[in-house]
């Protein structure tokens, strides 16, 4: 069966320190990946997708980047780190365009 | 780009009670329609889905249709009990993949 995971769980990073998200699935192959933010006023907001190793599709310009380096490994990257950017980081991915995703439990990254 | 837009933002109903929730999108080109439930500090949950070739669909207490030509799609939930409370979102995708979801509705389900 298909497996999302994604670490850490929780984060709390200095203002303008560099920041490394990994997610990685396992029991499928080409994924489709998504990384969302979730701030305290509950919506979620899509940041990167990514149909295929390399394709990355960047949603809001931001101090954020992503990068897919294997088939099912998803990364997001900042290198200064901003208060604005404390929230809940959720990556997702699915089998198929417009099918069900499935997400992983989320990183609460809280910058101080 | 897709524009989900989610009404109500919060939703206080007696537990038996009926709750709904609707949405709106913007690309006509959207044909798929996920609903997600979730709890507090916990990941999003599919609990129902719709693609546009189907106006209805349903699941027990859950039902979810879809108006294509006003572009806009309702979560309905009968005989709410307080497990039903939570955030719920709905979203829309097309054929790039990109799946936008709303704002999401915060159900509380008073017993």
């Known amino acids: 069966s298909q497996t999302i995971h994604q670490w850490p769980a929780t984060l709390v990073q200095p203002v303008g320190s560099p920041l490394s998200l990994e997610c990685t699935v396992e029991?499928?192959?080409?994924?489709?990946l998504y990384w969302y933010r979730q701030a305290a006023g509950r919506g979620l907001q899509l940041l990167f997708y990514?149909?295929?190793?390399?394709?990355i599709s960047s949603e809001v310009p931001q101090n954020l980047s992503a990068s897919r380096p294997q088939d099912r490994q998803f990364i997001l990257s900042s290198k200064k780190l901003l208060l604005s950017d404390s929230g809940f980081y959720l990556c997702?991915?699915?089998?198929?365009?417009?099918?069900?995703?499935?997400f992983g439990q989320g990183t609460r990254l809280t910058v101080v | 780009g897709e524009n989900v837009e989610q009404h109500p933002s919060t939703l206080s109903v007696q537990e038996g009670d009926s709750a709904v929730i609707k949405c709106t999108y913007s690309?006509?080109?959207?044909?798929?329609f996920p609903w997600y439930k979730q709890e507090l500090g916990k990941r999003p949950q599919l609990i129902i889905d719709?693609?546009?070739?189907?106006g209805e669909k349903k699941d027990q207490r859950i039902a979810v249709t879809l108006n294509k030509t006003a572009k806009h799609f309702s979560l309905h939930i009968t005989e709410t009990q307080p497990e039903d409370s939570a955030v719920y979102f709905c979203a829309a995708s097309g054929a790039e993949g990109k799946l936008i979801f709303g704002q999401g509705t915060e159900l509380s389900v008073k017993p």
């Open positions: 719709i693609r546009s070739n189907v």
């Open positions: 997702a991915w699915s089998p198929l365009l417009t099918t069900e995703a499935f």
């Open positions: 690309d006509s080109a959207s044909n798929y």
């Open positions: 029991g499928t192959s080409n994924p489709n």
């Open positions: 990514s149909v295929g190793i390399g394709q």
